[in-house]
């Protein structure tokens, strides 16, 4: 077989030209700005958050809430071992541990019962990762995580509007992230965003991003 099945090609075919143009007009094209400032609240809008903060990518958003959540070093974080390198990177960025633990193989998303297994005094929190568009099975989550005083963090890059039991990924857990690379089910290009709900992360957040401006 010599055919090349893409992974994802992004569909380009309504108003995005016309507010690229809108934008070059106005000549805000980076970090502020109308455009941006309505991207945030869709973004919000569509997780059933109070906060989004836009980044440059992903993986900076995944950055932003461990250090707005304090992570160090010494501290350790539970992640699936079938996900972006981009889940364990953020988690060295802070100096802490990324904890692999196994998924399930119905579903490709983290296996509830091999995170309490691997929960030690080190543990922090756990990273969720909606794998292709499909949310992890939260009620067992956050239920362990409530129970122990963990926090959960929604790596939701693959996953913008998918739900779980009516509730928004990006959401559910203290936090939440998304990618919006050209591989994405909404791209601008690039570009991340980071949701909460919780007004004491949303104001570190948006200053970290701005490197406190």
Not at 88 to 101: E, W
Not at 125 to 138: E, I, N, R, T
């Amino acid at each position: 077989m010599s055919s090349k099945i893409s992974v994802a090609a992004p569909k380009l075919s309504g108003a995005e030209k016309a507010y690229v143009n809108e934008a070059l007009d106005s000549t805000w094209i980076s970090s502020r700005g109308p455009f941006i400032e309505r991207f945030e609240s869709a973004v919000a809008e569509m997780a059933g958050t109070r906060h989004a903060i836009a980044c440059n990518n992903g993986t900076t958003s995944l950055h932003l809430a461990l250090a707005a959540m304090g992570l160090g070093p010494g501290d350790e974080v539970i992640i699936p071992a079938l996900t972006y390198i981009a889940t364990a990177n953020c988690v060295r960025y802070c100096g802490a541990t990324p904890v692999l633990v196994d998924n399930d193989p119905r579903t490709f998303n983290i296996d509830p019962a091999a995170i309490e297994a691997a929960i030690t005094p080190r543990t922090r929190g756990v990273m969720v990762v909606h794998l292709y568009g499909q949310s992890a099975d939260m009620t067992p989550i956050l239920a362990l995580t409530d129970r122990l005083g963990l926090w959960v963090l929604e790596d939701a890059a693959e996953a913008h509007g998918a739900r779980y039991n009516g509730r928004s990924v990006g959401g559910m857990g203290r936090c939440g992230s998304f990618s919006f690379f050209g591989n994405k089910i909404v791209t601008t290009g690039g570009g991340g965003g980071v949701t909460t709900a919780d007004d004491d992360l949303g104001a570190p957040m948006r200053m970290l991003g701005g490197q406190g401006m």
